[in-house]
């Protein structure tokens, strides 16, 4: 049951994060930056599905840290070059605001599982 529940939890990070990917491109079109979305719901997916594995928790907050700079790359590519490995490179030139919601995003895509870790033992 527990490697089970770490590989629904996976498949969930990946859904969630699938789903704030575009919940934060719909977002950017109304007008307001939540590039928190793509992670939080990573995480928020992910801790559905109980599991006492740390990995699952590091797992989730990979796939939230890697669906926060898609989107950005996505929705606000630069404009020398759009391409996702001059995006990743350089990464540490985006405003401040944009790696602190990307951070935060990242770290909910990993403590929203990790907190949820203590309840895999009650959960059936």
Request: charged share 10%.
């Amino acid at each position: 049951m527990t490697m089970k529940n770490n590989i629904l939890a996976l498949v969930a990070a990946v859904a969630g994060a699938t789903v704030g990917y575009f919940g934060f491109g719909w977002m950017l079109k109304q007008g307001f930056y939540a590039l928190i979305l793509p992670g939080a719901f990573a995480g928020l997916a992910a801790s559905h599905f109980h599991s006492k594995s740390i990995a699952v928790s590091i797992a989730s907050g990979l796939v939230a840290l890697a669906a926060g700079l898609l989107a950005e790359c996505h929705f606000h590519p630069w404009i020398k070059d759009q391409s996702l490995t001059y995006f990743l490179a350089h990464v540490h030139q985006l405003k401040p605001l944009t790696l602190i919601m990307l951070s935060v995003g990242t770290i909910m895509g990993f403590w929203f599982p990790f907190a949820h870790r203590n309840d895999a033992g009650r959960a059936k």
